[in-house]
């Protein structure tokens, strides 16, 4: 009977093993195949589009890596010194690094924040905030967003 469990044990160590492995072996084909990408806010093949119609004329976003219309999408948004970013939110949560200007962060019943170039910021899904471009613009901001994106006018109820 032990020399049984030994057995057992042995082919169950011996089971997990390949699958790990063979798990190992499938992520690094991938990872492999999947090339790098190094991307400035200068770079003259980066697609600029509008942002959401409710944004003042002057917004654009470019996608650096992933679809929009799923998760984990990264972009730059840009917008022109002295631009007021309307009260907004996202369904996602958005992790943020200012890459140029000056930007002041108001989210809902907290302290304003000002961004300067390397300054990182988080945002927690679906919490309403807006901003405001200095006049040392634009500003250009790297986002990642772990849903798909999307944003939505915030109205205030009084």
């Keep these: 009977m032990e020399n049984l469990l030994k057995i057992s044990n042995l082919k169950c160590g011996l089971i997990f093993l390949f699958l790990l492995m063979s798990n190992t072996f499938f992520g690094q084909e991938k990872a492999e195949s999947e090339l790098s990408i190094v991307k400035t806010m200068n770079d003259a093949d980066l697609n600029w589009s509008p942002c959401p119609a409710f944004m003042p004329v002057g917004?654009?976003?470019?996608?650096?890596?992933?679809?929009?219309?799923?998760?984990?999408v990264d972009v730059y948004f840009k917008v022109p010194a002295n631009y007021q970013i309307p009260l907004h939110y996202h369904t996602s949560a958005e992790r943020m690094i200012l890459v140029s200007g000056e930007?002041?962060?108001?989210?809902?019943?907290?302290?304003s924040q000002i961004l300067k170039p390397g300054s990182y910021a988080y945002g927690p899904a679906s919490k309403p905030h807006s901003a405001k471009c200095g006049d040392n613009g634009p500003c250009v901001l790297f986002i990642a967003f772990e849903e798909p994106l999307d944003a939505f006018p915030f109205v205030e109820e009084n």
């Design 59 to 72: 917004c654009s976003i470019a996608v650096l890596q992933g679809d929009p219309a799923k998760r984990n």
């Design 103 to 111: 930007l002041q962060v108001t989210y809902t019943g907290e302290k």
